[in-house]
């Protein structure tokens, strides 16, 4: 439903925009261990933007964030399961952008604690809990590329899978990232490698959505029906939005306007058909790695 689309395009904005928010950006800064990331980079310097990038996902899925499939119980450590109860955000849970909160109860007879699981939309506060699942993951690592001068873009799938874009400087265009995965510049890691088939993937940056489905589904037999909004209405409502976030001085909307054209060409160039794919033996496309393997044998992301 066009309304249903609107709304979920309005909530991603709002994620991507959180990005340009000073102060949000200085305790991201503050996290970051820039030591170990300029060296790195420095040793690259034609692509130093990119290395910046690869080894800020190295760090972010070794040593900084955790998934959490079902959290521990915070009181005594044991394993939970999943409660019944659906109680609603606190009143600090929302500030913080909890729109819903999962309730586990510690499976120890002697302990029995509730132990909750708030589901946050504001990267600040991720920087500070470090842990989640796909959503969290690429909020909080969409905000440290920001941080680190990249241009980014948090890409939504239709399909209950979220990721980020950054913009290579060296390549002049956009590159696919997975926090989750590591992976750098692997489109066809969900299609080819998980075996997810996909029916939307719409990338939000601060200047506007864009629909880059083209870039991830490249093949017939991956593309699920795109029926959640008529062609023409999906056109008119990234038409809207892309005016609505670009009130910039004429040299930048210029830049836009040739970017727009260039990424274009791009996404034509992947005709949805075999026919474009590379030689997909020498891609490193794995199923998924990140969550249980029973969390995700159910999603259907286990390849093929």
């Not at 998934?67 to 606190?90: A, H």
């Not at 929302?94 to 729109?99: I, L, V």
């Not at 239709?158 to 989750?180: A, F, G, L, M």
């Not at 990234?238 to 001085?249: E, I, N, V």
Request: aromatic share 10%; net charge neutral.
């Amino acid at each position: 439903h066009p309304n249903q689309m609107a709304q979920v395009f309005a909530g991603n904005m709002k994620t991507v925009l959180r990005y340009e928010d000073s102060s949000i950006l200085d305790q991201a800064l503050a996290v970051l261990p820039l030591e170990r990331l300029y060296n790195f980079a420095d040793a690259d310097p034609e692509n130093h933007q990119d290395a910046l990038i690869k080894e800020l996902l190295n760090w972010f899925k070794n040593d900084f964030f955790t998934w959490v499939d079902i959290p521990n119980c915070s009181v005594c450590g044991s394993s939970t399961q999943p409660s019944t109860e659906s109680p609603l955000p606190t009143a600090d849970e929302q500030k913080f952008g909890a729109g819903r909160v999962e309730v586990y109860k510690c499976i120890s007879n002697s302990c029995g604690a509730m132990e909750r699981f708030p589901r946050y939309n504001n990267p600040a506060i991720l920087l500070q809990t470090k842990r989640g699942r796909c959503g969290e993951w690429a909020n909080a690592f969409g905000l440290l590329c920001r941080a680190l001068g990249s241009r980014v873009r948090f890409v939504w799938n239709s399909e209950d899978h979220v990721w980020i874009e950054v913009y290579s400087p060296h390549q002049k265009r956009w590159i696919h990232t997975d926090p989750c995965e590591n992976a750098w510049d692997n489109a066809l890691l969900y299609s080819k490698g998980w075996g997810k088939k996909m029916a939307y993937c719409i990338a939000f940056e601060a200047t506007g959505p864009i629909d880059v489905s083209r870039r991830y589904i490249r093949d017939i037999e991956d593309q699920l029906p795109r029926y959640l909004i008529s062609e023409a209405d999906l056109k008119s409502l990234l038409a809207y939005l892309r005016l609505k976030y670009r009130t910039l001085p004429i040299d930048q909307l210029l830049r836009l306007y040739y970017e727009d054209v260039q990424e274009l060409a791009e996404l034509n160039s992947y005709k949805a058909n075999a026919e474009s794919l590379p030689d997909i033996t020498s891609l490193r496309l794995n199923p998924r790695s990140s969550g249980s393997a029973e969390w995700i044998k159910s999603r259907g992301e286990n390849g093929r």
